[in-house]
């Protein structure tokens, strides 16, 4: 079984920065594995933000150009930076694993995911 442990959440001004941390350990094998960052606030589906495939990255549009995705699918670790934080970036965010994919699209749905992070709470205030 894969486990999936987020870190580096916390409460920020609008405007400032904040690092997510992700690591997939345990029974990884020897795959090589994507990693998808989604977040969710109260009220609101899931919604992708940010995904790393090998050498393939993908943003959500609300946080192209402020936010980076960074992965080693060799350690099984990702990082997300976020920069200039908005009110509307406040939720719960989850980082989620998987086996590298054959499609890179596909490491943009929440459904291609099998192993999945607690979530770690980010606010930004106004």
């Known amino acids: 079984q894969v486990q999936v442990d987020e870190s580096g959440g916390g409460l920020v001004q609008a405007g400032g920065s904040l690092r997510l941390s992700c690591a997939a350990s345990?029974?990884?094998?020897?795959?090589?594995?994507?990693v998808g960052w989604f977040r969710q606030s109260p009220g609101k589906e899931r919604e992708f933000v940010a995904a790393?495939?090998?050498?393939?990255?993908y943003y959500a549009d609300s946080v192209k150009g402020r936010f980076t995705i960074s992965g080693d699918s060799v350690k099984n670790t990702a990082t997300l930076q976020m920069n200039n934080l908005k009110p509307e970036d406040t939720a719960v965010y989850y980082c989620?694993?998987?086996?590298?994919?054959?499609?890179?699209?596909?490491?943009?749905?929440?459904?291609?995911?099998?192993?999945w992070g607690q979530g770690t709470q980010v606010t930004v205030s106004s």
């Open positions: 989620a694993a998987a086996p590298l994919f054959s499609n890179s699209y596909d490491s943009v749905r929440a459904t291609s995911y099998n192993a």
């Open positions: 345990g029974r990884t094998g020897s795959y090589y594995y994507a």
């Open positions: 790393v495939n090998w050498n393939d990255r």
